[in-house]
């Protein structure tokens, strides 16, 4: 258990971007974000501090 780990982001053949989180890190208790298989989240960047931020979206927002 933690509260980080090791993830890698890769391109895809068709030009898309996956985020890899390892499972010890989404299975630990504390997670923020609850799963069974997938969810929309929102992305956000700071360049000041490079920072990525990644939040449940929204269920009012489409």
């Keep these: 258990m933690g509260t980080e ?15 890899y989180l390892p499972v010890r890190l989404v299975d630990d208790s504390m997670f923020p974000l609850k799963c069974e298989s997938s969810m929309p989240v929102k992305i956000r ?18």
């Design 45 to 62: 960047f700071n360049p000041k501090d490079g920072k990525l931020i990644v939040e449940k979206w929204p269920e009012k927002e489409s």
């Design 5 to 19: 780990g090791k993830g890698t982001i890769f391109r895809r053949k068709d030009d898309r971007y996956l985020l």
